[in-house]
């Protein structure tokens, strides 16, 4: 089901594609598609976002829609966090997706939208494994007749994270009444807003650690969304300045923070996995069950390097509880400091080192986020 | 398309190299160097008089994208550094061929010097990697 000819093509193009060369993106493969890294400088777009307002073509990610009877009950067991809790329209909820020794498979939203109906929004890179894994499921449960659920994938549609302090101002000046529905939107609730072309579907949720908007919208609008926020000062995000962004919010990134062989309690997810009520099963509860009464072994943290450097993924922190290891690094342009996500031993606090290029430098041991609604929270 | 200043000995690595007036010489990496770097954020350089060897790692910069090696071009003595750099690595993004040098050193031979790259052949290297 492809939403345009371009789809086919290897690596794919999201419709923004033109848009991103007009802009004069460098494009780079990413997870099968053809994204833009950067449109000239990586730092400014990355303070454009803390500062003002930027936009994303997220339209890579994965949109499934799940419907059916008897979904509630199957979503309670699928995912980690507990789908009880968003029994409002629109209502959001992050949530891992494991398997039976408590690994995660990829981390996502659900939305719900109707006692029939839900949206969940999972990771490019890892599509294919989750749809198995999802329709296996289904199957399984659709042969005991627990439930009667459909999985829709929707590659008819684009995606379009509009982030920053003044994101959603400016999105209301550029879309006008096509998102007024989405005027009063609480944080992580969405609103199907139905405009006079189609059908907007706008979520107050992001992945920088600001204020904003998620739009997902049919493929044929995108263009010209898309060039009415450009036009009222939206200026377009690449890849890499979102995970320089995301980092800074503390926010874990799949493969990389996490990945099967990882709990969400050793991933800093913990408050993610809902063990109430106890008579809800979910897969991985088990094993998960195990690690909380055993105590997990490793915890996730934050780094901010004291010594001149750069903190990059998989360098060796040490402990004077023994060795970890960075999942997440880079320089952080908020802080003016390198920061990283370190999987150290349960027990380390305060101080640790960071092996870099056979030196050791000194480097602090905190609690994450680094920054959120453009501002540094450490000195 | 990058610039590529014609006084200048280039190597296949993408550094730059000036000879001064007295025989000492510059090091720097180019303008296409940065540019596929990006935004540079650290700049790691070598200890004054230390000793390397043609094709040595000798410094590191760091971007916000990833970490990249540069290598002394020929046998010497490094003779100075770019202190400046180390509080303001974005001269090499803005400048990369003058006040975005990296270090200078003493060579043990000069004649090392003129089997570098010329500027008509690097430009011609960069041209390819671009298609």
């Known amino acids: 089901m492809s939403s345009s000819p371009s789809a086919t093509l290897s690596p794919a193009r999201t419709p923004l594609y033109a848009q991103h060369l007009v802009a004069g993106a460098k494009m780079v493969d990413f997870a099968g598609w053809k994204m833009p890294i950067h449109y000239g400088s990586q730092l400014e777009e990355h303070h454009q976002v803390r500062n003002d307002a930027g936009m994303f073509d997220v ?25 009880a ?29 109707a006692e029939d109906r839900y949206r ?10 989750d749809l198995a894994w999802v329709r296996q499921q289904a199957l399984n449960a659709n042969n005991n007749k627990k439930c009667n659920v459909e999985i829709h994938e929707r590659d008819d549609l684009a995606m ?11 999105a209301h000046a550029a879309l006008g009444t096509d998102i007024d529905a989405a005027r009063e939107l609480k944080p992580f609730f969405a609103a199907d807003c139905n405009d006079s072309k189609g059908n907007l579907f706008v979520a107050r949720t992001g992945y920088t650690g600001e204020d904003g908007y998620e739009i997902i919208l049919p493929a044929e609008q995108a263009g010209a969304t898309w060039e009415a926020l450009l036009a009222s000062g939206v200026k377009p995000i690449g890849l890499g300045a979102r995970d320089t962004l995301r980092l800074e919010a503390g926010m874990n990134l799949y493969g990389q923070d996490m990945d099967e062989d990882i709990s969400p309690l050793e991933a800093g997810l913990s408050w993610t996995v809902a063990f109430t009520p106890e008579e809800r099963d979910f897969i991985g509860r088990a094993a998960l069950t195990q690690q909380k009464t055993d105590g997990p072994a490793n915890k996730l943290v934050g780094l901010i390097l004291e010594d001149r450097g750069v903190l990059r993924a998989h360098q060796k922190v040490i402990t004077e509880h023994g060795e970890g290891e960075t999942t997440s690094g880079s320089f952080s342009p908020t802080l003016g400091k390198s920061i990283a996500l370190a999987r150290v031993p349960t027990a380390a606090t305060e101080h640790c080192q960071v092996e870099i290029r056979g030196k050791q430098l000194a480097a602090r041991i905190v609690k994450y986020p680094f920054a959120r609604k453009g501002k540094s929270l450490f000195d | 398309m990058s610039n590529v200043p014609s006084e200048l000995k280039y190597t296949k690595s993408h550094e730059w190299i000036r ?11 180019t303008d296409h160097a940065q540019e596929l770097l990006g935004d540079m954020v650290f700049i790691e350089l070598p200890e004054t008089e230390a000793n390397y060897t043609a094709g040595d790692e000798c410094a590191v910069v760091e971007s916000v994208k ?17 202190e400046e750099l180390a509080d303001a690595p974005e001269t090499v993004n803005e400048d990369a061929f003058d006040t975005g040098w990296m270090f200078k050193m003493q060579p043990e031979d000069a004649g090392e010097i003129d089997e570098l790259m010329s500027a008509e052949a690097y430009a011609e290297l960069i041209a390819e990697e671009e298609h």
């Not at chain 1, 969940?120 to 494994?129: E, G, I, P, S, Y």
């Not at chain 2, 007036?21 to 990496?29: C, F």
């Open chain 1, 59 to 83: 339209s890579h990610m994965v949109v499934l829609d799940l419907t059916g009877s008897g979904i509630t009950d199957f979503l309670r067991y699928l995912l980690a966090n507990d789908v």
């Open chain 1, 85 to 113: 809790r968003i029994q409002t329209p629109g209502k959001a909820l992050y949530s891992c997706l494991l398997n039976e020794r408590g690994g995660v498979i990829d981390d996502l939203i659900i939305y719900f939208m």
């Open chain 1, 120 to 129: 969940m929004v999972v990771n490019a890179a890892t599509r294919d494994k």
């Open chain 1, 160 to 170: 379009i994270a509009v982030q920053g302090p003044n994101a959603r101002d400016k």
């Open chain 2, 19 to 29: 000879t001064e007036v007295d025989g000492s010489i510059t090091v720097g990496i």
């Open chain 2, 66 to 82: 990833a970490a990249s090696d540069v290598y002394s071009p020929i046998t010497g003595e490094v003779i100075a550094i770019n």
